[in-house]
């Protein structure tokens, strides 16, 4: 971008050296030892760091000056404008999530925010340190100052549901039926066609998977096992290729999701109260409920549906000093949310499915070790 190149040349944001080139949060510095131990020691000839941009480092949301008179007219700004320091674009929606409103009493630490599109990531701050198993962190003043950050992930979502609806063999006669009813999308074909389904069987949409089980690593596992060799599973399969073959597979996949988020929460020593959820899967009825119901904890949808954007004012808001922090600014421009709460019918259902869906887990392993032998 002309005319803001100079700025970006001189400063660099905390959040993406800390959570993308291992740059030492704790103590704002470069880590010589780790490099060391990495063999790239000449990466920090002189202890200078130049090769690793040791320039100024600043806080998210940090003021770094004011558009140029030619970056303003490229951007379609004024000239002078507030430039913050940004953060990584699942950090900015994080921002917005966790500055959006949930029930009084909530604390921010009580708080995850799920950032989905074709993957997941799964982010929560706290003020103290914790080493949590299979999630990325504790990394600190990446997002608030004196806050740790955590990154969990799951690395196939979004894309994982396409997949499998595409190369489903009742796909094309599908499309051909939401022309004819001038339905929006697949999904939400194939969401009225489960609760068709429910009605006919007579039990509720989530117990229509009771012989389909889906183990979704089908680009391996980010968290909590933190292994990129994980392949997806699918129990149950038949011979039938018809519309509600593919809904099952696509609701139990759904389900699949939420117990991984499930695990990853398990993670943690503190107990969540609020998941909050941006992106194109906030917008599935089916996604928002499964995740509510399986990890017992209450969903929140933002009224502003792009929360990165929304993130990123948030940045330059606090970069203009029209509020004393990111924390206040998160929470004056956050807005309001709407809640969906966990049924309790569902609890014994998901229990019940989220342990095969863990001895799904432990059987690959054991498969593999079965070959390895």
């Given at each position: 971008m002309r005319g803001i190149a100079k700025i970006f040349n001189i400063y660099r944001s905390l959040c993406s050296m800390v959570c993308k080139w291992n740059y030492d949060g704790q103590n704002h510095s470069w880590d010589s030892k780790f490099l060391q131990s990495a063999d790239l020691q000449h990466l920090s000839a002189g202890h200078k760091f130049h090769h690793l941009a040791g320039e100024i480092v600043k806080?998210?949301?940090?003021?770094?000056?004011?558009?140029?008179?030619l970056a303003a007219k490229d951007l379609g700004l004024m000239p002078g404008t507030a430039v913050g320091t940004s953060v990584?674009?699942?950090?900015?929606?994080?921002?917005?999530?966790?500055?959006?409103?949930?029930?009084?009493?909530?604390?921010?630490?009580?708080?995850?925010?799920?950032?989905?599109?074709?993957?997941?990531?799964?982010?929560?701050?706290?003020?103290?340190?914790?080493?949590?198993?299979?999630?990325?962190?504790?990394y600190k003043d990446v997002l608030f100052a004196g806050m740790y950050a955590h990154e969990a992930g799951q690395s196939a979502t979004g894309k994982l549901l396409d997949d499998l609806l595409y190369s489903h063999p009742s796909y094309n006669k599908i499309c051909d039926e939401i022309k004819s009813r001038e339905l929006k999308d697949v999904y939400e074909h194939l969401n009225t066609l489960l609760g068709r389904l429910s009605k006919e069987k007579n039990i509720p949409l989530h117990e229509l998977t009771a012989d389909l089980h889906v183990c979704p690593d089908f680009h391996g596992n980010r968290s909590p096992i933190a292994d990129p060799?994980?392949?997806?599973?699918?129990?149950?399969?038949?011979?039938?290729?018809?519309?509600?073959?593919?809904?099952?597979?696509?609701?139990?996949?759904?389900?699949?999701?939420?117990?991984?988020?499930?695990q990853i929460l398990a993670q943690f020593s503190r107990k969540f109260r609020a998941i909050l959820i941006c992106g194109g899967l906030s917008l599935n009825p089916i996604y928002v409920e499964a995740h509510a119901d399986v990890c017992r904890v209450p969903v929140f949808i933002p009224s502003e549906p792009e929360s990165v954007l929304l993130g990123a004012s948030i940045l330059g808001?606090?970069?203009?000093?029209?509020?004393?922090?990111?924390?206040?600014?998160?929470a004056k421009m956050g807005g309001k949310s709407q809640r969906i709460d966990p049924r309790e019918a569902s609890y014994s259902y998901h229990d019940k499915k989220f342990k095969v869906f863990e001895k799904l887990l432990k059987d690959q392993a054991e498969y593999r070790d079965i070959m390895k032998g």
């Open positions: 806080s998210p949301g940090s003021p770094l000056g004011g558009l140029t008179t990584i674009d699942a950090y900015a929606g994080a921002l917005a999530l966790l500055g959006a409103e949930t029930d009084s009493g909530i604390e921010l630490r009580e708080k995850i925010a799920l950032i989905c599109g074709t993957s997941t990531c799964h982010i929560c701050v706290a003020p103290e340190m914790d080493f949590v198993e299979g999630v990325w962190g504790p060799t994980r392949r997806g599973m699918i129990c149950g399969l038949t011979l039938n290729h018809e519309p509600t073959d593919l809904a099952l597979i696509y609701l139990a996949t759904v389900q699949a999701l939420a117990y991984g988020t499930r808001a606090c970069a203009a000093a029209l509020y004393q922090n990111l924390p206040e600014a998160a």
